[in-house]
């Protein structure tokens, strides 16, 4: 999979990953300005008022990011962005419960500020970070992806946030850090599901990500959603999106993140290895050993209008991400 090149700019960061990352700059500019053209609207920009249904204060350290937002990828045609009242209330955090309104139960007791996130592992520069070190003052962006989940249904949803890639050279990785893994925080005293003795997870809730896939360009940190922050039950205040692999993958508000030699044991694969794969890519072909991948059900759904739609492989994003893989059997590495 490692393609040798040296690197651009920072001498000690993994070379293969820094080659495809400045080599596929070209593809996304391409996606932004296909996606442009198609809704006939020159710089796109997504403020709060696009969505006045999800109203409420926004905090400040967002406020004052939120001019000049760009929104650098769109829907495409027939992915109407899910109403913000079904992203905000069907959702899997299972720190807060396993059912599907727990999160939005629980989640608001959260308490999300002050936040710091540990950056450790095979870095040059590791640290504890706050929202504000993490975040450029300028030049969020806003993309409006798919999300699949592995249970086979779908949302379209519009992220605010900035490409990990970004993030990961400023840490600087060491030509050892092959993997990047992720951590949610565990907080007892307002998760219920962490409480549970009934609840099969070993906390914290772990993923992770070969590096070349983690400064690909479409690999986004979140930090809000809707042009405003992120709804606790989202993964307040910051959380993964990868589009292009099963919804698990996108780990909801992150406290740590390592640079490491091996591949994570991350949560779902650690409880049934037999049915989620470390690369859960998104794929029609490959079932479930419980269920279909086939088609998905596009939120929200109801008796009258169920939304089944096919599932793309890669979530639609095949052109972008399908080299990351070339020569793997995406059947053993599901
Ligand atoms: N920490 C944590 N992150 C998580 C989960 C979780 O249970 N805990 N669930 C995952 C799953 S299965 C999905 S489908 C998405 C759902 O994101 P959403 O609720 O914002 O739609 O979050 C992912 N991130
Ligand atoms: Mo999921």
Redesign the pocket.
């Given at each position: 999979m490692f393609i040798r090149k040296p690197s651009l700019s920072c001498r000690e960061s993994e070379v293969t990953s820094e080659s495809v990352y400045f080599g596929r700059r070209r593809f996304i500019r391409a996606i932004a300005s296909s996606a442009a053209m198609a809704s006939l609207a020159p710089p796109l920009r997504a403020q709060p008022e696009d969505y006045p249904e999800a109203a409420g204060p926004v905090p400040s350290w967002l406020r004052e990011r939120l001019t000049g937002v760009q929104r650098t990828i769109s829907a495409s045609d027939g992915d109407a962005v899910t109403p913000f009242s079904d992203?905000t209330t069907?959702?899997?955090?299972?720190?807060f419960g396993p059912d599907k309104g727990d999160?939005a139960r629980h989640a608001p007791k959260m308490s999300v500020a002050p936040w710091t996130v540990q950056v450790d592992g095979e870095v040059a520069r590791p640290g504890t970070l706050s929202l504000d070190d993490l975040l450029p003052t300028s030049g969020l962006e806003e993309r409006i992806y798919r999300?699949r989940?592995?249970?086979a249904w779908s949302?379209v949803?519009p992220w605010l946030g900035i490409p990990l890639s970004g993030l990961i050279k400023r840490f600087e990785p060491l030509s050892s850090a092959k993997y990047v893994r992720f951590e949610?925080a565990v907080m007892p005293d307002v998760m219920p599901g962490v409480r549970s003795n009934f609840a099969l997870i070993d906390w914290p809730?772990v993923?992770g990500l070969r590096l070349d896939e983690a400064v690909h360009p479409l690999a986004f940190l979140a930090v809000g959603m809707y042009g405003r922050e992120l709804p606790n039950?989202?993964?307040a205040p910051l959380?993964l999106v990868v589009p292009w692999k099963?919804?698990?993958?996108?780990?909801?508000?992150i406290v740590r993140i390592s640079f490491v030699r091996e591949q994570p044991r991350t949560?779902?694969q650690s409880l049934a290895p037999s049915e989620y794969g470390f690369y859960a890519n998104v794929n029609p072909a490959v079932s479930h050993p419980r269920w279909s991948q086939a088609t998905e059900r596009r939120l929200p759904s109801g008796l009258f209008s169920p939304g089944i739609r096919d599932t793309l492989l890669f979530n639609g994003y095949a052109d972008q991400v399908a080299g990351l893989y070339r020569g793997m059997d995406l059947r053993r590495n599901y």
């Open positions: 992203a069907y959702n899997n955090f299972y720190e999160p999300l989940c592995v249970e949302m949803i949610t809730y993923e039950q989202n993964g959380r099963y919804g698990f993958k996108s780990i909801k508000s949560t779902w």
